[in-house]
Structure formats: structure tokens, C-alpha cells
């Protein structure tokens, strides 16, 4: 967002990326509704899974 408030991206390029995000959100929901977790759930699976994730998360 603040690349797009400093004018560095345009419109499209931030939908471009929202719409990403969005199959993101939703490929992680299914494969959390696969494994008949919880979002709270997979998000600890995620976390011990993918650690590169949380550290990126708190950097």
C-alpha cells in the first residue's frame, strides 16, 4: 500500500495483487477444509510447516 500511496504502482497493479491474494486465502482455506482443520488450526499448521513464514511475518 505504501508504494501505491507514493504513486510507485498503478491502480491495476494493486488489483492485480488483491485479486492474488484473494486465490491465496481461498487455496489456503481449501486445503485447511482438506485437512479438516480450523483457521486457528492451520494456522499453526502453517506456522510449523513453514517456518520462513513467521519469520517473515515478525521481520
Do not use: C, W
Not at 5 to 14: F, P, Y
Not at 19 to 30: G, R, V
Not at 37 to 54: G, I, Q
Amino acid at each position: 500500500m505504501n508504494r501505491y500511496i507514493n504513486g510507485l504502482i498503478t491502480n491495476q497493479e494493486v488489483i492485480d495483487e488483491m485479486l492474488h491474494m484473494a486465490k491465496k486465502f481461498i487455496e489456503a482455506q481449501a486445503k485447511g477444509n482438506e485437512l479438516g482443520l480450523s483457521a486457528e488450526e492451520l494456522a499453526f499448521y502453517d506456522a510449523l510447516t513453514k517456518p520462513e513464514a513467521v519469520k517473515d511475518f515478525y521481520s
